[in-house]
């Protein structure tokens, strides 16, 4: 298995690293119950954001200082650090990279981060670039399937909302290829459908998907319904077509009795009005099951990048 450095595309990840962060995660549930560990003093970790986040960063934030290093953040970082007064991303990189052991950084740009990475000289960790990708969430967001489903191969997956913007159905379309016999169903409102890029790479890879447009139909067939908030920010003017796709598709009462018993429904957070609050008591909402293992989750890969 070839060691990790940089995290900065899902696509990066084959079955066996997956593997190692699934079992490391699993290892650092009981080391959060005890309380933590010592294997990171003295490393520092840098969150770098300027976009705005609150599990993520939090949860980074948590993993290092719960094993043990210590933590330097500059969040709100194009209004606060020293991109306001006009300094380029490469050159605030090479300055935080001389002060830390490894910089989290979520960007408005897609591909920020691998511009970052070419001259960090130290790992990078993508937590968001722009419409691009979030694979630190996409690996929570399997774990969360294994933990919740019990596996990983054999699974049929609805991504419904902002398929277009969405970073994390991007990233997760990239991770649920390399598993066998997966089926995707994407339903999304018309302006905002899955991009062709993902869709080839699908094709290329033979996996099985298909664009449905009735959620009671699709929670009848699907283990996971991964609902996704229509993702305001990348719309600038166009409001009319915001507030189409707003409101479109909802998960509510109604679509949770079309569900299997097994099945679950997900959501990377923040949720706007897309999933009802009426159905959080149900023992199939597992949204919020799943933000907490993004702690263990990127405690695992600050162990594989540090340790
Ligand atoms: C997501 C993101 O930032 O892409 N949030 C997260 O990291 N959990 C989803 C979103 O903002 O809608």
Same mark, same amino acid.
């Given at each position: 298995?070839?060691?990790?450095?940089?995290?900065?595309?899902?696509?990066?990840?084959?079955?066996?690293?997956?593997?190692?962060?699934?079992?490391?995660?699993?290892?650092?549930?009981?080391?959060?119950?005890?309380?933590?560990?010592?294997?990171?003093?003295?490393?520092?970790?840098?969150?770098?954001?300027?976009?705005?986040?609150?599990?993520?960063?939090?949860?980074?934030?948590?993993?290092?200082?719960?094993?043990?290093?210590?933590?330097?953040?500059?969040?709100?970082?194009?209004?606060?650090?020293?991109?306001?007064?006009?300094?380029?991303?490469?050159?605030?990189?090479?300055?935080?990279?001389?002060?830390?052991?490894?910089?989290?950084?979520?960007?408005?740009?897609?591909?920020?981060?691998?511009?970052?990475?070419?001259?960090?000289?130290?790992?990078?960790?993508?937590?968001?670039?722009?419409?691009?990708?979030?694979?630190?969430?996409?690996?929570?967001?399997?774990?969360?399937?294994?933990?919740?489903?019990?596996?990983?191969?054999?699974?049929?997956?609805?991504?419904?909302?902002?398929?277009?913007?969405?970073?994390?159905?991007?990233?997760?379309?990239?991770?649920?290829?390399?598993?066998?016999?997966?089926?995707?169903?994407?339903?999304?409102?018309?302006?905002?459908?899955?991009?062709?890029?993902?869709?080839?790479?699908?094709?290329?890879?033979?996996?099985?998907?298909?664009? %449905? #447009?009735?959620?009671?139909?699709?929670? =009848? @067939? /699907?283990?996971?319904?991964?609902?996704? +908030?229509?993702?305001?920010? *990348?719309?600038?003017?166009?409001?009319?077509?915001?507030?189409?796709?707003?409101?479109?598709?909802?998960?509510?009462?109604?679509?949770?009795?079309?569900?299997?018993?097994?099945?679950?429904?997900?959501?990377?957070?923040?949720?706007?009005?897309?999933?009802?609050?009426?159905?959080? %008591? #149900?023992?199939?909402?597992?949204?919020? =099951? @799943? /933000?907490?293992?993004?702690?263990?989750? +990127?405690?695992?890969?600050? *162990?594989?990048?540090?340790?």
């Amino acid at each position: 298995m070839d060691r990790l450095y940089h995290v900065l595309e899902a696509q990066q990840f084959d079955i066996d690293q997956m593997d190692a962060v699934f079992s490391i995660a699993r290892e650092m549930e009981q080391v959060v119950q005890h309380y933590g560990s010592n294997i990171l003093n003295r490393r520092v970790m840098a969150t770098l954001f300027y976009e705005p986040s609150t599990r993520t960063r939090l949860s980074f934030e948590s993993a290092m200082t719960r094993l043990g290093g210590a933590v330097l953040t500059t969040e709100s970082a194009q209004e606060f650090s020293s991109a306001a007064k006009g300094e380029t991303l490469e050159d605030t990189i090479r300055v935080v990279a001389g002060y830390t052991d490894v910089i989290v950084l979520r960007h408005f740009e897609s591909g920020a981060s691998n511009r970052a990475a070419a001259v960090a000289g130290i790992p990078v960790i993508n937590a968001g670039d722009g419409a691009g990708q979030h694979p630190t969430q996409a690996l929570l967001d399997m774990y969360t399937i294994q933990r919740e489903i019990g596996r990983l191969e054999e699974i049929a997956v609805a991504l419904v909302g902002d398929l277009a913007n969405g970073r994390t159905v991007r990233s997760l379309c990239y991770l649920l290829a390399k598993y066998e016999d997966i089926k995707i169903y994407f339903v999304a409102p018309e302006v905002v459908r899955m991009k062709d890029d993902i869709k080839e790479y699908l094709q290329r890879h033979q996996v099985d998907f298909e664009e %449905a #447009d009735d959620l009671h139909d699709v929670a =009848r @067939q /699907a283990d996971v319904i991964y609902q996704t +908030r229509i993702q305001k920010e *990348r719309f600038g003017d166009r409001t009319t077509e915001y507030e189409q796709a707003r409101g479109k598709y909802i998960v509510d009462r109604s679509v949770m009795d079309c569900m299997q018993d097994h099945a679950v429904v997900m959501h990377p957070l923040p949720r706007v009005d897309e999933i009802d609050p009426a159905v959080d %008591a #149900d023992p199939r909402a597992a949204y919020f =099951r @799943q /933000a907490h293992n993004g702690l263990y989750v +990127r405690m695992a890969l600050l *162990r594989m990048l540090l340790a």
